[in-house]
């Protein structure tokens, strides 16, 4: 029980500071630190998530929310999450342990390669947002939601760095506009998931509690950071738990 508690509540303070990156650790932290199957952890970690990303955007909120963009990437990835939930049944549990690390990793180089924020177009007015932006962010609302539904992940530590990096989102707005994101993936994700799943409310609850806890303080916290250290802690912890996943997965 107390490692969930412990680990609950880093994954809401992650959520909290970052706006995404909590189903990185909830996954390996309720396989690896709670005990929970893959097949277990996966709807558990789309449910807490998704909770925990509701709960962090209330303060987050006055940042400004980027509609266009939320409409374009949710719309499009809550199909994408179901065949990517249906993909996942089919495959090797320890691929796709694997599969999480190697993703986590390509998340976090490119989030050290940000230098610098640009307004790019779906930073813009609804009309330029449309016919620039949409290809991109539907593009982007595809993969999120296939490897929402694969992995059991919300997609923040991919959303975050793709609403700065290939949208022109400024950080700020973009870490609310990825909590948004987050619960439509989260909800669709564990709908894909829903049967045969069964709460271990106990297991739950610890961690679920904490999480939301964590994420509501840490995000009135964060926004007194500065976005590069925002950045480079986001890419710090993604590398660190890619080698605990990794290790975790070989040893298993």
């Known amino acids: ?17 970052v ?26 970690s789309l449910l807490v998530v998704g909770v925990s990303s509701l709960a962090a955007l209330l ?22 999450a179901w065949g990517g939930a249906a993909v996942g049944k089919l495959l090797d549990p320890n691929i796709l342990m694997l599969a999480f690390a190697v993703i986590m990793v390509a998340a976090g180089i490119r989030m050290l390669m940000r230098t610098r924020e640009t307004e790019g177009s779906c930073s813009t007015g609804p009309r330029r947002a449309f016919r620039s932006c949409a290809p ?7 993969l999120v939601g296939f490897l929402t539904g694969l ?10 760095p793709a609403l700065t990096i290939f949208l022109g989102l400024r950080m700020k707005q973009a870490v609310g506009t990825s909590l948004v994101i987050i619960v439509i993936n989260s909800a669709a994700g564990l ?25 509501v303080v840490a995000a009135r916290l964060a926004r007194r950071l500065k976005d590069k250290h925002i950045r480079i802690s986001f890419a710090v912890l993604i590398f660190a738990t890619a080698a605990w ?3 975790g997965t070989v040893t298993a």
């Open 151 to 160: 992995l059991g992940v919300g997609g923040g530590f991919l959303i975050t």
């Open 19 to 44: 706006g995404g990156g909590g189903s990185i650790i909830a996954v390996p932290a309720l396989v690896y630190g709670v005990g929970m199957t893959p097949a277990q952890a996966i709807p558990t």
């Open 59 to 80: 303060p987050r909120a006055r940042d400004g929310l980027n509609w266009s963009v939320i409409a374009l990437v949710g719309g499009a990835g809550v199909p994408a």
């Open 136 to 142: 991109k962010a539907v593009g982007m609302g595809l």
């Open 1 to 17: 029980m107390i490692p969930a508690l412990a680990l609950g509540l880093v994954v809401g303070i992650v959520l909290g500071v």
């Open 245 to 247: 996943v990794t290790a």
């Open 191 to 215: 709908s894909a998931h829903a049967a045969g799943y069964t709460i271990e409310w106990a297991t739950t609850l610890a961690f679920a509690v904490p999480a939301i806890l964590g994420s």
